[in-house]
């Protein structure tokens, strides 16, 4: 039983951010960045997660690493309930769950040198000493592909996609078993996006990784993905298998992202577009019924009344009316 | 509040420093018990809070007139000193920060930023005793102190030659200060897009500097000024001091050397008001001049 | 102009993976862009160079003074002659050598008061930052409660009470002045909270303690220095008025200011210039070169440049 259950396990997820007014700062509403959300990561899968910016896709991957405090619900690590820890009884947890962040500029101390922002994780969990540090530093660089020649660097000496190496090798110095990556390629160049991802592949078979791979792009998601979650002002709409997904959306959300997403060949371009229409509503005061529903090209009067739930299947959606499989 | 404790729980009182050593103590007794000096400390507070509610402020423990009076007389000329001083020294800094900004790197603004330092750096003290020295006593242009010639026919004249001098000293420092906000502010704005915008549409320069940059780099600016207030009411005390000018300064320097605690109180009062009010000043301004801002 | 971190050239980069070209500077690479910034200002160097030899003249003192600032020669309110280079005062003391003494009192006081308050300001504004909460809110109004009194009136009335001595002047302008730091040490903090690299550390499992001085502290003092520099000049010239006014350091101690006082009288005005030019072009030297170092320290350290 133990053997089969999830790595990890979200139940009934909300993370909301107060909305604060007036001299007594009191809470006047919530942005609801993530409104009950129920999924699993298996061990060894990599789960993509898509949505548009302030969909709370990213609110989501940083629960999970509880940078945010949920509101609601459970969050089971490796069967440990983390969802209430405080900071300091997850400092443990944290060497086996680790996160990629998106801007490669912000997420490296910019007064601290390479080796240092590497060797800091072991020194401060009391892992290794001395030159252990040190073969360990190098190791890492070499595992991300730096030259240890560049060890002494500081990160503005680096450019976006080195940046992003040293982000990865500090997430993996632990060798954890879980990775958020939290956008990890949408702040740089094309050409580099395609290496990094090639990298984090490459680490996972190495080091048997499991990853929650969050992106805006359908693209990087295609590329590394084993499963896919699309998400909608705070709820997953869908979630499949990648292939079945992508071959046959069954969210007319999904399937807008999809089209929205450029083919390289044009014979495989859809003639009929259907466009999107409005902008996404407000998180703070999210429509009734579908969420969705405000841009909708199929919404019906059921729609603006009913929330639809996740179904059972495996490939899951959350439709009144979902399209043809 | 603070000010109270502080000045209460101070050692020496105003009857103990009067006295004649050879007074009685049971006199002294009655006279401290006169003034209220025997009760505790938090009575004595109470009971001057009690007659703040009721717009009193005791009375001066030295001259035994109401200190609503002796601060009533003296706030006028600080606030015209300092209001004039303010308005001179904004009428300096708000053109020659324009202009440095304008034209930034030349060498108009290197001799202004030069200047603005040596403004901020130079006590004022100092600065009004050298022209004391070079202008009321060497060339005799202006007189060297006091708000008006005494025994003379007064007048707006008179009073504005003894002004001159003390508004120059305090507006100097204030316009040293500002001129480099001004000057930053207006950087900022000439670097936004919108500038960027106007200039190539062809506006006159005059035009674009006038009205799309200066509107914007005044914001800042308001905000500036309205933080200068505490300090020109520090600044005043030795200002005042130096030109005998009969203000709220000269007053406190006065008050201090006499222990005379009901008038230190009424002019910390007073002083806090004073800086409170131009805070929501400040604030309303803002709102008025920014229209991004609201209250609702 | 010196390249800014966020501005190298990421479209240079090839395909090969390390080959990513990296500028060829390695060791302390931050000091020393800091360095070159700093002595292109040439106003900030000579501020600094004067500052150094303002320093070097204080410890100095009992070596080059002419004359024990306290002794009485003889000569009352004598003119600058070969043997009094810048004259006697009222009371018959060496002004060159009073002048030379109260270096040392005004950078005592300039020093002491603003490594005090800087440090108290900055543990309290960190603090208030990091823990937000009802803790950051009492703090931030006690701030506020601090500065929107009249500064110079209030040190006025406190020194008035306490007795005036350089001890009570460097504490109390201390107590005034340390919530400026801490609203800045503040501000600086928070916006540093948000940064990813703190997330980093956080999701890491650093203790609280190391991100607060290993992470955060580091990438704050940039403005914490600009500050402290200015603070050094403001203490300066606010010992210096307080002196002026007899609130200050007392006589026989020299201290710039309280050597002024005597200027206030007419006579001593307009007939002995040599009592009081001096010490007040002393504090105008000061104070300006301190603040030349300071304004080269925010140009250097001011990363949109």
């Given at each position: 039983m133990i053997?089969?259950?999830?790595?990890?396990?979200?139940?009934?997820?909300?993370?909301?951010?107060?909305?604060k007014?007036?001299?007594?700062?009191?809470t006047v509403g919530h942005v609801k960045a993530v409104d009950d959300i129920t999924l699993s990561i298996h061990k060894g899968e990599t789960l993509g997660l898509v949505g548009e910016s302030g969909c709370g896709k990213s609110s989501f991957g940083r629960s999970i690493v509880r940078l945010e405090n949920p509101f609601e619900g459970r969050i089971l690590f490796e069967n440990e309930d983390i969802t209430y820890r405080k900071q300091k009884e997850l400092?443990?947890?944290?060497?086996?769950?680790?996160?990629?962040?998106q801007d490669p500029y912000a997420s490296l101390n910019p007064r601290q040198r390479v080796a240092d922002i590497l060797a800091e994780p072991y020194i401060a969990h009391n892992l290794a000493t001395g030159s252990q540090v040190q073969a360990r530093v190098n190791r890492l660089l070499d595992m991300v592909g730096l030259p240890q020649a560049y060890k002494n660097r500081y990160p503005h000496e680096f450019s976006g996609g080195q940046r992003q190496r040293i982000g990865i090798a500090r997430a993996i110095s632990f060798e954890p078993k879980l990775i958020v990556c939290d956008e990890p390629v949408s702040a740089l160049d094309v050409s580099i996006q395609a290496q990094i991802l090639n990298l984090l592949s490459d680490l996972q078979q190495e080091l048997n990784l499991t990853y929650l791979f969050i992106a805006h792009g359908i693209g990087a998601v295609k590329y590394i993905s084993t499963r896919v979650a699309v998400m909608y002002l705070g709820k997953i709409v869908e979630i499949g298998d990648k292939d079945e997904l992508f071959r046959s959306p069954r969210h007319p959300y999904t399937q807008i992202l999809l089209q929205a997403y450029p083919k390289p060949d044009p014979t495989l371009r859809a003639d009929k577009r259907i466009v999107i229409q409005g902008d996404v509503p407000s998180p703070a005061n999210p429509p009734s019924g579908c969420r969705f529903h405000t841009r909708c090209p199929y919404a019906q009067e059921l729609c603006r009344v009913e929330e639809p739930v996740l179904d059972e299947q495996p490939h899951a959606v959350a439709c009144h009316f979902p399209l043809a499989q | 509040m603070l000010n109270y404790f502080i000045i209460k729980l101070a050692p020496g009182n105003p009857v103990?420093?009067?006295?004649?050593?050879?007074?009685?103590k049971e006199v002294l007794e009655l006279r401290k018990e006169i003034l209220g000096l025997n009760d505790p400390v938090i009575l004595q507070y109470f009971k001057w809070l009690l007659n703040l509610l009721q717009g009193q402020l005791g009375y001066s423990f030295s001259s035994y007139a109401p200190v609503t009076k002796i601060i009533g007389e003296r706030i006028g000329p600080t606030l015209l000193l300092a209001s004039a001083a303010l308005i001179f020294g904004m009428l300096i800094a708000i053109p020659v920060g324009i202009l440095s900004a304008v034209k930034q790197n030349t060498k108009f603004d290197y001799i202004m930023t030069g200047l603005s330092f040596i403004g901020t750096s130079i006590p004022q003290f100092f600065l009004g005793l050298g022209l004391i020295y070079v202008f009321a006593v060497q060339l005799k242009w202006f007189p060297t102190g006091g708000m008006i010639t005494l025994g003379g026919a007064g007048g707006f004249w008179d009073r504005l030659t003894h002004m001159i001098l003390p508004v120059f000293v305090l507006g100097i420092v204030i316009a040293g200060k500002k001129v480099r906000y001004v000057r930053a502010s207006m950087l900022d704005v000439m670097n936004m897009d919108y500038l960027r915008t106007a200039n190539s549409k062809g506006l006159h320069p005059f035009i674009v500097t006038n009205k799309h940059a200066l509107r914007n780099a005044l914001l800042?600016?308001?905000?500036?000024?309205?933080?200068?207030?505490p300090l020109l009411l520090g600044g005043s005390i030795l200002i005042e001091q130096i030109f005998q000018w009969p203000g709220i300064g000269q007053l406190t320097i006065q008050s201090i050397l006499s222990r005379d605690y009901p008038i230190l109180m009424g002019l910390n009062l007073v002083a806090a008001l004073i800086v409170l009010t131009t805070n929501l000043l400040t604030d309303l301004l803002y709102a008025a001049a920014d229209p991004r801002i609201k209250y609702t | 102009m010196a390249l800014s971190p966020y501005e190298l050239d990421e479209g240079s980069m090839s395909a090969v993976i390390p080959a990513e070209s990296v500028k060829p500077e390695t060791e302390d690479a931050f000091l020393k862009q800091l360095f070159t910034r700093f002595i292109r200002h040439k106003l900030a160097v000579a501020g600094l160079v004067i500052t150094v030899l303002l320093i070097l003249v204080a410890l100095l003192a009992p070596w080059i003074a002419p004359n024990d600032p306290k002794e009485v020669t003889g000569v009352f309110s004598a003119p600058p002659s070969a043997e009094h280079w810048l004259g006697t005062d009222q009371v018959g003391r060496d002004v060159l050598s009073r002048l030379i003494y109260a270096t040392q009192i005004s950078l005592i006081v300039g020093f002491v008061t603003v490594a005090l308050y800087v440090t108290v300001g900055t543990l309290i504004g960190i603090v208030s930052a990091y823990f937000g909460g009802w803790l950051d809110m009492l703090i931030m109004r006690i701030t506020d409660m601090f500065m929107a009194f009249p500064f110079l009136m209030v040190i006025l009335v406190v020194i008035s009470i306490l007795g005036s001595n350089m001890t009570t002047i460097i504490l109390v302008l201390?107590?005034?002045?340390w919530p400026s730091v801490a609203r800045l040490v503040r501000g600086s903090v928070l916006s540093i909270k948000q940064l990813d690299y703190i997330n980093a550390g956080v999701a890491l499992g650093l203790s609280t303690p190391r991100i607060l001085f290993r992470h955060?502290?580091?990438?704050?003092?940039?403005?914490?220095?600009?500050?402290?520099?200015?603070g050094i000049a403001s203490a300066i010239m606010s010992e210096a008025g307080l002196s002026f006014l007899g609130m200050g350091v007392q006589p026989p101690t020299a201290s710039w200011g309280n050597m002024l006082t005597d200027a206030q009288s007419l006579t001593v005005l307009t007939d002995q210039p040599w009592l009081w030019v001096p010490p007040g072009a002393m504090i105008l030297l000061t104070v300006l070169a301190i603040n030349f170092v300071g304004d080269g320290l925010r140009d250097a350290l001011d990363t949109r440049q």
């Open positions: 053997a089969d259950s999830p790595l990890l396990q979200v139940e009934q997820l909300k993370t909301y951010y107060p909305i007014k007036g001299v007594f700062s009191r400092r443990e947890v944290r060497t086996r769950l680790q996160i990629i962040f | 103990d420093m009067f006295i004649d050593p050879n007074t009685p800042p600016i308001i905000t500036v000024v309205g933080m200068e207030i | 201390a107590l005034f002045s955060i502290f580091p990438n704050a003092v940039g403005p914490i220095i600009v500050n402290a520099t200015f």
